[in-house]
């Protein structure tokens, strides 16, 4: 009797002072991005918001063409987000509704490179950029992450378990040509799982960092996370600089996720959880 | 407006119209370079002489890489961190798991949310914030230790000087597995939750019938029942580990810290390439890298194949 009382308030107690430690370094980090680099290294450490994030802001655009690293992030992950899109759920209307030859075969080989390591791709996509003479230029990011296989592998699951055949032969039926049905019918019902999709890639783009380390070379064309890391130096950091860039590009990421964790949460496991 | 008929696209011709930028690009920038990669791997080639300047030296870089010390410190460092991340989230993930499913309602979404929010966010700003929470003097984890030091019982535990997380080769490891093991802990979290759901009330309802305790039931049913999620978690974390880049390159400087202590593969294969321009050998050990995730997760999937297709 007492234990099933006290059992659930253990469990609060648990998962509450465990939820405060995961969230801690956030809050640590918006409240140094509002400190000096002094501050931040002094006895006891700030806890609570301070007044020198402009001035962090300052010391952040004399040393980086910080708003134009920022502007490239978000072209890149807008870019990517919409080639995604676009082609992912095309081809997964193509293997949840067609039949064609080697379409077995080929979406396993699609699934196979899912489980494949990044770091195989590294060495080759940087030759083939530098022979495409693509080096420093944001489409080298884009546009080979629009091949998602993963992006496939969530369309085609979707059009399988949410559009009937039926509704698309009788479009056919009705004259509708085959481009047709794509744009107007099976887009329109795609869109719970194009946002999924696109949140999912946006912030893949956003966080990307070995893709920009490998083909982007002069700090000009650098995305959000390769221009902060190059702060980074064994002496004299700019942490409090640092700080205020590092919550900036993670500021988008906390909104988008608190607007919609669920549906972020589902689509990230997708692929373990069904 | 319509088309004739015979500028119409046929339903027969209709995938392949729809497939082809994806299949163009999926060929381009994800089949070509792993066929690359493995033609790469039997070369010796420097950047600067240009693409002719390749010559074929058979199983060459193989060897060399077998041969390297630096090759085989970096799979211990790679290993190390992939079990002492792993591992540990995998403890602490299935009891709070638990913990939500069982008394979380309202609350449910946010207490998931808070654990699964470092998830999504940049590798790269949080390695910075966890270099600085890491620094020897002044850093926020180092005066919490000093703090904790002065609590009786507590303090014996800790050591008496401040840490050095980042250059001393004993610390990096674990300074790098700590952040790793915050990152993606909330992630197993929501892979036990989706396990729990499918567990039947009813035999929670017949065992407690039956007078069985909390803790009986989560050993005789919680426990089996997830059995192969935990399998299939375990791996998942296992294979990340093997790839683990971003954190320690940050941690490091780029450089695999002292000693290379905190080196992984995936950074020496990196370094080999683009500090060392020897692509070649940085293409053959990437493929043992590969060898090595795709042989353990064989292993493991063949251990539990009624759960096929689960990936």
Redesign the interface.
């Known amino acids: 009797m007492n ?1 099933d009382r006290l ?2 308030w253990a ?2 107690s ?3 002072v ?2 405060l430690i ?2 801690a ?2 809050y ?2 918006f409240v ?1 991005a509002t400190h000096s680099r002094t501050e ?6 700030p806890l609570f918001f301070g007044d020198d994030f402009f001035n962090n802001l300052k010391i952040l655009t004399e040393r980086m063409p910080f708003w134009r690293n920022l502007g490239w992030s978000l072209y890149v992950a807008l870019a990517s987000t919409a080639l995604t899109l ?3 759920s ?2 997964g ?3 949840a509704l ?3 030859k080697f ?1 077995n075969a080929f979406f396993g ?2 699934l196979g ?1 899912m ?14 950029m ?2 495409l003479g693509w080096i420093d230029q944001p489409k080298a990011l884009y ?2 992450g ?2 998602s ?1 993963f992006g ?1 592998f969530l369309m085609r699951q979707f059009v399988a378990s949410s559009i009937p055949k039926d509704l698309v032969e009788a479009a ?1 039926m009705d ?1 509708c ?3 047709g049905i ?1 744009a107007r019918i099976v887009l329109p019902l795609l869109k719970p799982a194009l946002g999924t999709l696109g949140l999912i890639t946006f ?1 893949a783009s ?2 990307n ?2 893709g920009p380390l ?1 083909v982007m070379r002069s700090p000009e064309m650098y995305t ?3 221009a ?2 190059s702060l ?3 002496v004299n950091t700019e ?1 409090g600089a ?2 205020t860039g ?2 900036i ?2 500021l988008p ?2 909104v ?3 607007l919609s ?2 549906q ?2 589902s689509g ?2 997708a ?4 | 407006m ?2 004739p008929a015979a500028l ?4 027969e011709w ?6 082809s ?2 299949v163009v ?2 060929a ?7 066929v ?2 493995l033609y ?1 791997a039997f070369q010796s080639w420097e ?1 600067t002489s240009g ?1 002719g300047a390749m010559e074929f030296v058979g199983l060459g870089n193989y060897a060399f890489a077998l041969q390297d010390e630096w090759f085989w410190k970096s799979l211990k460092n790679t290993a190390w961190l992939a079990l002492a991340s792993g591992v540990p989230q995998h403890l ?1 993930a299935i ?2 798991a638990v ?2 499913h ?3 309602k309202k609350l449910r ?1 946010g ?16 390695a ?6 890491f ?1 020897t ?4 984890i180092n ?1 919490g230790i000093s703090l904790l030091s002065k609590v009786p019982v507590l303090g014996w535990l800790m050591p008496a000087n401040p840490v050095d997380w980042l250059n001393e080769p004993d610390n990096i490891k674990p300074a790098i597995a700590m952040i790793v093991f ?1 990152r993606y ?3 197993n979290v ?2 036990y939750l ?1 396990a729990l759901q499918t567990i039947p009330a009813d035999i929670y309802e017949a065992a407690t019938m039956d007078g069985a ?2 803790l009986q039931q989560f050993f005789h049913i919680t426990l089996p029942s997830l059995k192969p999620m935990i399998f ?2 375990v791996t ?1 974390s296992v ?1 990340g580990g ?2 683990l ?2 954190e320690p390159f ?1 941690l490091t ?2 450089r695999g810290g002292t000693d290379q202590s905190g080196m992984t593969t ?1 950074i020496y ?2 370094r080999m ?2 500090d060392f321009n020897d ?1 070649g050998a ?2 053959a050990m ?1 493929w043992l ?2 060898i090595l ?1 795709a042989a353990l ?1 064989w292993v493991t999937n063949r251990a539990f194949a009624p759960r096929k297709g ?2």
Do not use: H
């Open positions: 234990s059992a659930p469990a609060y648990v998962v509450g465990g939820a995961m969230l370094p956030f640590f980090m140094f931040i290294f002094s006895l006891p450490p676009l082609f992912c095309m081809g209307y193509a293997f067609f039949d064609f379409k080989l699609v490179t489980l494949l390591p990044s770091f195989m791709n590294m060495i080759p996509t940087f030759m083939i530098d022979a546009i080979p629009a091949a296989a496939i056919r004259g040509s085959e481009l794509y912030i956003w966080n960092f070995i490998i959000l996370p390769l902060l890391r980074q130096s064994p942490w640092l700080m590092s919550a590009a993670t990421l906390v988008l996720f608190v964790s669920r972020l949460i990230l496991t692929g373990a959880v069904k | 319509k088309l119409r696209l046929s339903p209709t995938p392949y119209v729809l497939l930028p994806f690009l999926f381009v920038f994800g089949i070509f370079p792993l690359f990669s790469l950047p693409l602490v009891p709070l913990f939500i069982t008394s979380f979404n207490a998931v949310g808070a654990y699964f929010m470092p998830y999504i966010t940049s590798t790269v700003a949080i910075i914030l966890f270099s600085s929470l620094s003097d002044y850093g926020l005066v915050w802990v909330g992630f929501v892979l989706a305790g909390r299939f978690g998942l294979i093997l790839q880049f971003e940050i400087g780029g995936a294969l990196y390439a683009f692509f940085a293409s990437s890298l590969f995730v997760t689960s990936a």
